[in-house]
């Protein structure tokens, strides 16, 4: 595969404290009135379709977010004062008196081999630009160039950036065997990146570098495997006797925490990123999977048998200060620890289907998020605590979905053609 080659220039921005930013963090609290204008080509070579692929990607990628109300393209402005990208070449009064707080503009050119993406974000309400970026790339870079500008006009008004100029990992079973893939986070792009005709399972991306860590039945037995996106170089990294699953990389890239079995019961165990052995932090009876690295990784949160039905546990990292999160008499599975730390997302069985759950590290303010048919499995946040991407059969065919962290805005984003299943989000590409 090989390397998206991508680089991005800012034009324009504001030093801090300039009062660009607007307190808005989640959907619901506040929307902003945005006027989302057709690229404009310039030169008689530039490809046709870029501008209707760019804006359907920022469009998507900003409906995603729940910030935004569109401003319907039918009463957009045409006149020559409005085609520039300047300050002085918007009409901010008529843009204003449409309803718009928000204007994204950009044009688009090619040279040579190279297609150059200009765009801007304009604050109407305080006429002036709150950003502007170049893009160069190939022309079929157009999509990650729309992704990574809707990452900036989220930085631009929140303070926080996007994740949408990122992959999400599955696992479908698309060829007749349970193989890896990669997609954008719209879906778009599916590669399958393993051919082990087998059963490969629970993708987890490092934090420090392109590349997975995975469990495969390839050798017949659940080993885990890294491997390394553009060169497509992969090994064996722990093949001991039993169980070697769940694996999940520290946030500092430097160890995995993993179930293995090869002493005779399944525990939660350390390794290094070489798979040598680093450390064994849970020692019980019952079974220890699932597990979920703090932020700060010096915790962890797991999932065990050891009080009755399967619960969601916190652990110290050196495997001190248990304790059970979820309450008695239920039945949960597949921790993950938010990016910021203030919440863990997990599965609850309940009246035969799984629903997705949130709760605080301590185990208090608990919230369902998802409601209706179908179960909803293998919930990973994004990298900006924003969304969550989980599988779900509600639709006859198990799939992956996107959703708000709130649980609005729920949209299928793995396509037809085979069950899908156990995603992972990466960081920004």
């Known amino acids: 595969m090989s390397r998206f080659i991508l680089t991005c220039f800012m034009l324009l921005a504001f030093a801090a404290g300039a009062g660009a930013e607007i307190e808005i963090r989640a959907p619901g609290q506040q929307t902003i009135p945005l006027a989302l204008t057709r690229f404009i080509p310039q030169?008689?070579?530039?490809?046709?379709?870029?501008?209707?692929?760019?804006?359907?990607?920022?469009?998507?990628?900003?409906?995603?977010?729940?910030?935004?109300?569109?401003?319907?393209?039918?009463?957009?402005?045409?006149?020559?004062?409005?085609?520039?990208?300047?300050?002085?070449?918007?009409?901010?009064?008529?843009?204003?008196?449409?309803g718009a707080e928000s204007l994204v503009k950009g044009v688009y050119r090619l040279e040579g081999e190279q297609l150059i993406v200009e765009a801007r974000l304009f604050d109407v309400t305080r006429r002036r630009m709150l950003d502007g970026r170049r893009y160069v790339g190939k022309p079929a870079d157009a999509r990650r160039m729309a992704h990574a500008f809707?990452?900036?006009?989220?930085?631009?008004?929140?303070?926080?950036?996007?994740p949408f100029n990122s992959k999400i990992a599955?696992?479908?079973?698309a060829t007749g065997h349970k193989e890896l893939y990669l997609m954008d986070v719209d879906g778009h792009g599916?590669?399958?990146?393993?051919?082990?005709?087998?059963?490969?399972?629970?993708?987890?991306?490092?934090?420090?570098?392109?590349?997975?860590?995975?469990?495969?039945?390839?050798?017949?037995?659940?080993?885990?495997?890294r491997k390394e996106i553009y060169s497509g170089r992969e090994a064996r990294l722990s093949a001991r006797e039993g169980l070697n699953i769940s694996g999940r990389y520290a946030p500092d890239g430097r160890e995995i925490a993993l179930t293995l079995s090869y002493q005779g019961n399944p525990e939660i165990?350390?390794?290094?990123?070489?798979?040598?052995?680093?450390?064994?932090?849970?020692?019980?009876?019952?079974?220890?999977?699932?597990?979920?690295?703090?932020?700060?990784?010096?915790?962890?949160?797991?999932?065990?048998d050891r009080q009755g039905g399967p619960h969601v546990f916190v652990m110290d990292v050196n495997g001190k200060n248990l304790r059970r999160?979820?309450?008695?008499?239920?039945?949960?599975?597949?921790?993950?620890?938010?990016?910021?730390?203030?919440?863990?997302?997990?599965?609850?069985?309940?009246?035969?289907?799984?629903?997705?759950?949130t709760m605080r590290p301590d185990g208090s303010d608990e919230r369902r998020l998802t409601f209706g048919k179908g179960s909803k499995e293998h919930p990973r946040w994004s990298p900006d605590g924003r969304f969550i991407v989980y599988s779900s059969d509600e639709t006859g065919e198990k799939a992956i979905?996107?959703?708000?962290?709130?649980?609005?805005?729920?949209?299928?984003?793995s396509p037809p053609g085979g069950a899908a299943s156990h995603p992972a989000w990466s960081e920004n590409w």
């Open 170 to 173: 599955y696992i479908s079973n």
């Open 150 to 162: 809707a990452d900036q006009i989220l930085r631009r008004l929140t303070g926080e950036p996007g």
């Open 190 to 225: 599916p590669v399958r990146i393993t051919n082990h005709r087998s059963i490969v399972l629970n993708p987890d991306f490092s934090p420090v570098g392109k590349e997975l860590i995975f469990t495969s039945y390839k050798e017949n037995s659940p080993d885990l495997y």
């Open 325 to 357: 999160l979820t309450p008695a008499r239920t039945y949960n599975a597949t921790p993950d620890w938010s990016p910021q730390g203030d919440r863990i997302v997990f599965s609850r069985l309940k009246d035969a289907r799984f629903d997705l759950y």
């Open 401 to 413: 979905f996107i959703m708000r962290a709130d649980g609005t805005g729920a949209r299928r984003i």
């Open 43 to 98: 030169g008689a070579d530039a490809p046709s379709g870029v501008a209707e692929e760019i804006n359907a990607v920022l469009k998507t990628d900003l409906e995603l977010s729940g910030l935004f109300n569109f401003i319907d393209p039918a009463s957009f402005l045409s006149d020559a004062r409005n085609k520039g990208l300047s300050s002085t070449q918007v009409d901010f009064s008529q843009w204003r008196m449409l």
């Open 269 to 304: 165990y350390l390794i290094g990123t070489d798979g040598s052995l680093r450390k064994r932090l849970t020692d019980d009876w019952n079974i220890d999977v699932d597990v979920s690295w703090s932020p700060g990784g010096d915790r962890l949160a797991f999932v065990s």
